[in-house]
Nanobody, 120 residues
């Protein structure tokens, strides 16, 4: 089991910045990829915002490219999402996720989510 706890959400004006943090605990040795997903208001699906592998390879949604930066501190089992130049369409609940790879009875784990609201 991997337990994830997010923090850092809040209300910010358009053009502002926020930094999200996600601390992992438990069987963290199983982690292959950490990612941030968001669920926009009124939508059921969560979309991938950014991800980072244990080797440091990053991936971003087109909509956040050059505005958001994902990073990890492996010693602290923590992943960050620096969000700059925020837009109202970035509003949503942001969830931390980890993929522990195939072969486990439970592969994916989620945090409880943190609300980000960007006012225009």
């Amino acid at each position: 089991q991997v337990h994830l706890v997010e923090s850092g959400g809040g209300l910010v004006q358009s053009g502002g910045s926020l930094r999200l943090s996600c601390v992992a605990s438990g069987s963290t040795y199983r982690i292959h990829v950490m990612g941030w997903y968001r669920q926009a208001p009124g939508k059921h699906q969560r979309e991938l915002v950014a991800s980072i592998t244990v080797s440091g390879r990053t991936n971003y949604a087109d909509s956040v490219m050059r505005r958001f930066t994902i990073s990890a501190d492996n010693a602290k089992d923590t992943v960050y999402l620096q969000m700059d130049n925020l837009k109202p369409e970035d509003t949503g609940v942001y969830y931390c996720n980890t993929d522990t790879g195939a072969g486990w009875s439970e592969r994916y784990f989620w945090g409880q989510g943190t609300q980000v609201t960007v006012s225009s």
